[in-house]
């Protein structure tokens, strides 16, 4: 079985930046999908970003775009999120998930993926 482990939340005022770490393990996560999601008190669980097993393709919601940049790094089994600009609608726990089948990004926009993490999580307060 893999394992996601995410990294880098905290406590962050309005306007600033976290970087979310996921240590990928236990599977051959690089030829996954990779992508974070993100759930707030009281609400339903949201995608936020993902990222193709190469890299040079990424798909974000709306609601991040511009602000938000995932990345990953296959030789050490990491992927990133980049959060700037946070505002207080950005709290929530942030998932890291990842998926082995060969879907579209927006296919997971819409559908979710396979695997994930437990959460970290982002309080930002204004």
């Known amino acids: 079985q893999g394992q996601l482990v995410e990294s880098g939340g905290g406590l962050v005022q309005a306007g600033g930046s976290l970087r979310l770490s996921c240590a990928a393990s236990?599977?051959?996560?690089?030829?996954?999908?990779m992508g974070w999601f993100r759930q707030a008190p009281g609400k339903e669980r949201e995608f936020v970003a993902a990222?193709?097993?190469?890299?040079?393709?990424?798909y974000y919601a709306d609601s991040v775009k511009d602000r938000f940049t995932i990345s990953r790094d296959n030789v050490n089994n990491t992927v990133y999120l980049q959060m700037n600009s946070l505002q207080p609608e950005d709290t929530a726990v942030y998932y890291c998930a990842a998926d082995l089948r060969s879907y579209s990004l927006r296919y997971y926009y819409i559908y979710g993926m396979n695997y994930w993490g437990k959460g970290t999580l982002v309080t930002v307060s204004s």
């Open positions: 236990g599977r051959t996560f690089s030829t996954a999908a």
């Open positions: 990222i193709t097993s190469t890299g040079p393709g990424t």
